[in-house]
């Protein structure tokens, strides 16, 4: 995927959005459904993550919302640094600490590392990214905040710079940096955050939608236009 954004053809957006919704599947059911299938609410996360995997996409192959493009820029070095993080930070902190190989939270396996990678990948966006996308991998990196603080921190500072560099108005801003605020508080209580995301992640969808059936009925010409002689 980091290859496909660096190379930058012509397809290779689509082809991103389609490894990370296989990704994600994936980790949404061995993980939650098989391997944890007795934590806490971890059918529902399985859901969760299966529809993450279904607003990728949504956004990259049917709506083409979003095109991976990496600048020198703040966002996409913070992209890469966060990535990084996921890829081989975590893992390497914990070799560092003693765990066994097994248990490593490697990418791909470990939904910790999956969305912190996948919120790094989002600052490679070409700006704004769909919101839609943001809301469920930083739902599970506050229900696990609490025992991994370092995946909160760098799951806020991903989002808030997002937020900050898509914002369009500042009611939009200070209303998304709100509920950014509320959703770092409820930290550790998945029932609350999978709720709020969810009706979020509806929202968000609904906003998206109406902005593209007031844009379609700006740009049909009226019937008093349609009459008018070439």
């Known amino acids: 995927m980091i290859?496909?954004?660096?190379?930058?053809?012509?397809?290779?957006?689509?082809?991103?959005?389609?490894?990370?919704?296989?990704?994600?599947?994936?980790?949404?059911?061995?993980?939650?459904?098989?391997?944890?299938?007795?934590m806490h609410f971890a059918w529902v996360w399985v859901t969760v993550i299966i529809l993450e995997a279904f607003l990728f996409l949504i956004a990259g192959i049917v709506r083409h919302d979003l095109v991976f493009a990496p600048r020198w820029d703040l966002s996409s070095v913070l992209g890469a640094v966060v990535m990084g993080i996921?890829?081989?930070?975590?893992?390497?902190v914990e070799v560092l600490s003693g765990y066994p190989l097994p248990s490593l939270t490697v990418f791909g396996l470990s939904p910790c590392t999956t969305a912190i990678f996948f919120l790094g990948l989002l600052l490679w966006a070409q700006p704004p990214a769909p919101k839609y996308l943001l809301l469920l991998p930083l739902a599970w990196a506050m229900t696990s905040a609490p025992d991994d603080l370092t995946l909160g921190?760098?799951?806020?500072?991903?989002?808030?710079?997002?937020?900050?560099?898509?914002?369009?108005?500042?009611?939009?801003?200070?209303?998304?940096?709100?509920?950014?605020?509320?959703?770092?508080?409820?930290?550790?209580?998945?029932?609350?955050?999978?709720?709020?995301?969810?009706?979020?992640?509806?929202?968000?969808?609904?906003?998206?939608?109406?902005?593209?059936?007031?844009?379609?009925?700006?740009?049909?010409?009226?019937?008093?236009?349609?009459r008018l002689p070439t």
Do not use: K, N
């Not at 605020?181 to 939608?209: K, N, R, S, W």
């Open 153 to 226: 921190i760098v799951a806020v500072i991903t989002v808030g710079v997002l937020i900050w560099r898509d914002r369009t108005s500042i009611w939009q801003t200070v209303a998304a940096g709100v509920l950014l605020a509320v959703m770092t508080v409820l930290a550790g209580h998945d029932d609350l955050l999978i709720g709020i995301a969810l009706v979020l992640v509806a929202v968000t969808f609904a906003q998206t939608i109406w902005g593209d059936l007031q844009r379609l009925q700006a740009d049909r010409p009226s019937r008093f236009e349609q």
């Open 86 to 92: 996921g890829l081989v930070g975590f893992p390497f």
């Open 3 to 38: 290859g496909l954004a660096l190379w930058q053809g012509r397809r290779a957006s689509q082809l991103i959005c389609l490894l990370a919704a296989a990704v994600l599947a994936w980790v949404g059911i061995v993980y939650f459904g098989v391997f944890d299938s007795g």
